[in-house]
């Protein structure tokens, strides 16, 4: 009787019926490694990267050049040739903690990170570290840095979104319309937009320029752990404690689909060049792409016996790399469709 009435709620409550759709429309109780002939993918590791010397936090790459860019636990930031597998270039921030950074371009990398009582900002310029900026933001938890690197948006245990300037460190935008703590945070492609995850189990869209609220999703189950917007900016994905990934349509403002594969808490998330594929990574070790026009698994890859913390795909769309606990940074080569 307990579970006809359980399906019998989900009938008539609107919400609920919506993400039963969506878990259906993902191939609920699929296996993540379920091929999908109509696009296919050639997935080859490429190499194995050992020159960090702690954990591996963040991975990005040039939007100019290509050229892989990585920094660690210990604050030293590397700058790859990944056809030798070296580093060519290294920088050390001696201050603060850097959690994550944005490759302007080849020459210029921001990076950024949080302590308890402060949020820290870099502009490294062809290696050298430039000045400390800061902010006293207490207890922040979350931390990402806009696509042209002028701003840092930050979410803390205190319910907080804020956006600050990177060349002054300044304050621009504080808002406090979550329930709960603001766990993950993301930029829109083109700058325009922030998003906000929350253990309220709602995101929350905001004007980057303004700070207004844009709109609000509430079809999550539990604290978001990451999000990530499509490149073309029709889907947002959203990781949470759940172990589930819910991609909502940016269009329409509703749950298309539901997700499941992952063991233990989802760490990050990145999208490929292509708009349809992106991965995760978790706690579980493991990579794994999926296809968020189908909301079906494509590929599962056992990268490390310990959490992966941070992936990325290159510009071309031709490597995939992921870095965690290990500190190794593993990078694979991509043979993917576009459409």
């Known amino acids: 009787m307990a579970r006809i009435n359980e399906a019998f709620a989900t009938l008539i409550d609107p919400e609920r019926r919506n993400e039963y759709d969506a878990m259906l429309a993902g191939g609920f109780g699929q296996r993540v490694s379920t091929p999908q002939p109509k696009r296919p993918m050639q997935v080859r590791l490429h190499r194995k990267l050992s020159a960090h010397k702690t954990p591996v936090y963040a991975i990005a790459f040039a939007p100019d050049s290509g050229q892989m860019i990585s920094s660690a636990f210990d604050n030293e930031i590397l700058w790859w040739d990944l056809e030798n597998g070296e580093p060519e270039r290294r920088a050390k921030v001696d201050a603060g903690v850097v959690s994550t950074i944005r490759a302007i371009d080849g020459d210029i990398v921001i990076a950024a990170g949080a302590v308890e009582t402060a949020v820290g900002m870099w502009t490294i310029r062809r290696g ?14 979350s931390v990402a840095i806009s696509p042209d690197g002028s701003s ?4 803390s245990i205190h ?3 804020t956006i600050n300037t990177v060349a002054t460190g300044d304050l621009r935008i504080e808002r406090e319309e ?13 700058g325009r937009v922030v998003a906000t995850g929350a253990s309220d189990n709602t995101v929350k869209l905001w004007n980057a320029s303004n700070g207004d609220l844009i709109h609000t999703f509430k079809a999550v189950r539990s604290q978001v752990t990451s999000l990530v917007f499509s490149p073309d900016g029709r889907f947002l994905a959203v990781a949470a404690v759940d172990l589930s990934i819910r991609i909502f349509g940016l269009a329409s403002g509703s749950l298309e689909k539901v997700m499941f594969g992952h063991t233990k808490p989802i760490e990050a998330m990145a999208f490929h060049p ?6 995760s990574v978790s706690r579980d070790g493991t990579v794994k792409l999926w296809n968020a026009d189908k909301g079906l698994g494509q590929l599962n890859i056992e990268a490390s016996s310990m959490p992966v913390l941070t992936v990325e795909f290159s510009p071309d769309g031709k490597y995939l790399a992921a ?10 080569e991509l043979s993917v469709k576009a459409k």
């Open 323 to 332: 870095g965690g606990l290990d500190k190794l940074i593993r990078v694979w």
């Open 128 to 141: 050298m570290v430039g000045p400390y900026k800061s902010d006293d933001l207490e207890w922040v938890a």
């Open 152 to 155: 840092i948006a930050t979410g």
């Open 159 to 161: 319910q907080t979104m």
């Open 178 to 190: 979550h329930e709960g703590s603001v766990t993950a945070v993301a930029w829109s492609p083109d």
């Open 274 to 279: 292509n708009g349809w594929l992106f991965a």
